[in-house]
């Protein structure tokens, strides 16, 4: 009898102490939770200095800072299009000390473009919100004999494969939006591809290829200079940088395809500390003065909920995978 009540005396005490390391460990975390942060919060750029991303992680890291009253470090991880740096994140500890900044042709591309990307775009983040978009737009040589998106458009039905575009590069956004053409509406061009976005410009520039889709900062000023003709924009919408030029999808049904920044935690990361993330972010982006630098970068700005932001990175995942198989485009 001694010894069931021993038995029995250690299961209860055994009990108890479960119950209080329980409690303890809920309390733990609660004030981790609350305490957020307090300590250095790292920002992973994956792409090298002097991109879109690059800059626009440098700002928002800034007044993230002022917001968390504790530092935050904006760190680049390039290679691989963007793949290296977001495969190394992925495995950093989900509390919230450490981000992803990153565009689209990363996540939404890559894992469709990439025989081994090195991470799952969804399973290994959490989508916390979209600073901006990036628009990119069809330009023309001034000398080309089409002066509107329709008669580009009739031009190039009339005559498949007979007019060349440049790109900078298999797989590259700027080469896709071509495939789209193709797919929604049937407009084929042959792609001259280029290793990057300069030398592909360069040779728009000088005629040698007629027709390209640049991102919006990157031609705005050769448009307005008239050194480049201006057809369409890639958004759902117009431009407000250039009111007068249609977006596509008013001729082509369902073509929308533009380059976003956004920001990513580990996945994991308790809800709480996201929430914490998110509404620190929508409180910079309020901020006058953000809104005119990044607009001034050519960005139109977005403020998409955490949810919103998952059901865009969603959709963009399927529509791309979809335009990366019809191109045939693959990379070891």
Same mark, same amino acid.
């Given at each position: 009898?001694?010894?069931?009540?021993?038995?029995?005396?250690?299961?209860?005490?055994?009990?108890?102490?479960?119950?209080?390391?329980?409690?303890?460990?809920?309390?733990?975390?609660?004030?981790?939770?609350?305490?957020?942060?307090?300590? *250095?919060?790292?920002?992973?750029?994956?792409?090298?200095?002097?991109?879109?991303?690059?800059?626009?992680?440098? &700002?928002?890291?800034?007044?993230?800072?002022?917001?968390? !009253?504790?530092?935050?470090? &904006?760190?680049?991880?390039?290679?691989?299009?963007?793949?290296?740096?977001?495969?190394?994140?992925?495995?950093?500890?989900?509390?919230?000390?450490?981000?992803?900044?990153?565009?689209?042709?990363?996540?939404?591309?890559?894992?469709?473009?990439?025989?081994?990307?090195?991470?799952? *775009?969804?399973?290994?983040?959490? *989508?916390?919100?979209?600073?901006?978009?990036?628009?990119?737009?069809?330009?023309?040589?001034?000398?080309?004999?089409?002066?509107?998106?329709?008669?580009?458009?009739? &031009?190039?039905?009339?005559?498949?494969?007979?007019?060349?575009?440049?790109?900078?590069?298999?797989?590259?956004?700027?080469?896709?939006?071509?495939?789209?053409?193709?797919?929604?509406?049937?407009?084929?061009?042959?792609?001259?591809?280029?290793?990057?976005?300069? *030398?592909?410009?360069?040779?728009?520039?000088?005629?040698?290829?007629?027709?390209?889709?640049?991102?919006?900062?990157?031609?705005?000023?050769?448009?307005?200079?008239?050194?480049?003709?201006?057809?369409?924009?890639?958004?759902?919408?117009?431009?407000?940088?250039?009111?007068?030029?249609?977006?596509?999808?008013?001729?082509?049904?369902?073509?929308?395809?533009?380059?976003?920044?956004?920001?990513?935690?580990?996945?994991?990361?308790?809800?709480?500390?996201?929430?914490?993330?998110?509404?620190?972010?929508?409180?910079?982006?309020?901020?006058?003065?953000?809104?005119?630098?990044?607009?001034?970068?050519?960005?139109?700005?977005?403020?998409?909920?955490?949810?919103?932001?998952?059901?865009?990175?969603?959709?963009?995942?399927?529509?791309?995978?979809?335009?990366? !198989?019809?191109?045939?485009?693959?990379?070891?």
């Amino acid at each position: 009898m001694a010894t069931d009540n021993s038995n029995f005396y250690a299961r209860i005490l055994g009990l108890l102490a479960t119950l209080v390391f329980s409690f303890g460990g809920a309390m733990a975390f609660a004030q981790s939770t609350a305490g957020y942060p307090n300590r *250095p919060v790292t920002m992973v750029v994956p792409n090298a200095t002097g991109g879109t991303n690059d800059i626009v992680g440098r &700002l928002i890291a800034i007044e993230l800072a002022e917001e968390f !009253k504790q530092s935050v470090v &904006l760190v680049n991880k390039p290679g691989a299009g963007g793949n290296i740096g977001t495969a190394q994140t992925k495995t950093a500890a989900a509390d919230g000390y450490t981000l992803l900044m990153t565009v689209n042709s990363a996540q939404a591309i890559n894992p469709a473009l990439y025989k081994n990307v090195g991470f799952d *775009p969804v399973k290994d983040f959490i *989508p916390i919100t979209i600073i901006g978009s990036v628009p990119n737009v069809l330009v023309v040589h001034p000398s080309f004999p089409a002066k509107t998106l329709a008669e580009f458009l009739a &031009l190039i039905k009339a005559n498949p494969g007979k007019y060349q575009y440049a790109s900078a590069g298999n797989g590259t956004v700027n080469h896709l939006l071509g495939i789209m053409m193709d797919q929604k509406g049937g407009y084929k061009m042959e792609h001259i591809p280029y290793k990057g976005v300069a *030398p592909a410009m360069s040779d728009v520039l000088g005629g040698q290829v007629p027709i390209a889709f640049a991102s919006l900062p990157s031609a705005l000023s050769n448009i307005r200079q008239g050194q480049l003709r201006a057809l369409g924009v890639s958004t759902a919408v117009r431009s407000p940088s250039l009111p007068d030029v249609p977006a596509m999808i008013e001729q082509i049904p369902a073509f929308s395809g533009e380059l976003w920044v956004g920001l990513f935690a580990i996945a994991g990361t308790p809800a709480e500390i996201v929430d914490k993330i998110y509404q620190a972010t929508a409180t910079v982006m309020k901020k006058p003065a953000v809104q005119k630098k990044l607009g001034d970068l050519g960005l139109e700005l977005a403020f998409d909920t955490p949810a919103q932001f998952k059901a865009r990175l969603d959709d963009d995942i399927v529509k791309w995978r979809e335009i990366v !198989k019809a191109s045939g485009a693959t990379v070891d």
